[in-house]
């Protein structure tokens, strides 16, 4: 994930700090206003984080041209500790990385991983059809793992999927167990890369790594993102296991 900043001086150093804190993934460049208007067209940004100052510096077409949904805009901050703003400012970025696609994309992209698969061991039908069985008997649990180990102590489980803004979760300050959470998404980040799911693979990996960070809004951020496709792919794993079931009785 490809951040551009670009915000005053004061504000630049803390707010990166934070950016990369809450989405280790994320790759922060900085763009001195000068360079901001070669910068921002120079490729396609998951965010850009931009003072109203410099974003006026583009002209009407260039600024129009950027997607609304991709952009966080850094007010004028006053002389002073700039932590406090950069906080809040840190909060919104995450909130906008946090967005999810819709379940018809999640289920696309679930049954384009599953047809990857299929085409890669269409030469061995038992050994294709016991590790979807696996897939599927093995990654609901997984996935509860992950949840019970986002669930605070002593409260209710977090429900992961309906985590999308993540400045609602100012009640998670602590995760009741990081090392349940890494050791889930390890695994189906392995088992996701059998099944050629980048997708899962991608968000698998980043929450392991925020687990073992010990990064609360991070863990619920990427787990709001891989819940979704791994559930997506269990569904359509099951629906391809009775299928081909269904077909092997009748013949």
Not at 49 to 73: I, K, T
Not at 184 to 207: I, P
Request: proline share 6%; charged share 25%; aromatic share 2%.
């Amino acid at each position: 994930m490809d951040i551009l900043l670009a915000a005053q001086d004061t504000l630049t150093g803390p707010l990166r700090r934070l950016i990369e804190r809450d989405l280790p993934e994320a790759r922060v460049l900085v763009a001195a206003p000068a360079d901001f208007a070669t910068m921002v067209g120079d490729r396609r940004w998951a965010l850009v984080v931009v003072c109203d100052d410099v974003l006026n510096r583009l002209g009407r077409d260039a600024r129009a041209s950027l997607p609304e949904e991709s952009l966080v805009l850094v007010p004028d901050v006053a002389p002073g500790d700039p932590v406090p703003a950069a906080e809040e400012i840190a909060g919104r970025v995450l909130a906008a990385a946090s967005g999810t696609p819709t379940p018809a994309v999640t289920t696309r992209r679930a049954e384009e991983a599953l047809q990857r698969f299929i085409a890669t061991h269409r030469e061995s039908p038992p050994v294709m059809r016991e590790i979807l069985r696996l897939f599927a008997e093995e990654a609901p649990q997984r996935l509860r793992s992950i949840d019970e180990g986002l669930s605070t102590p002593g409260s209710a489980s977090t429900d992961c999927t309906a985590v999308a803004d993540c400045t609602a979760v100012a009640d998670c300050t602590a995760v009741a167990d990081y090392a349940a959470v890494a050791k889930a998404a390890h695994s189906l980040a392995n088992t996701c890369g059998t099944l050629h799911c980048t997708v899962a693979v991608d968000e698998a990996r980043a929450l392991e790594a925020a687990a073992r960070k010990e990064r609360p809004e991070s863990c619920l951020l990427h787990a709001a993102r891989l819940v979704p496709i791994v559930s997506a792919l269990v569904e359509t794993v099951r629906a391809h296991l009775a299928h081909t079931c269904c077909d092997e009785s009748d013949g």
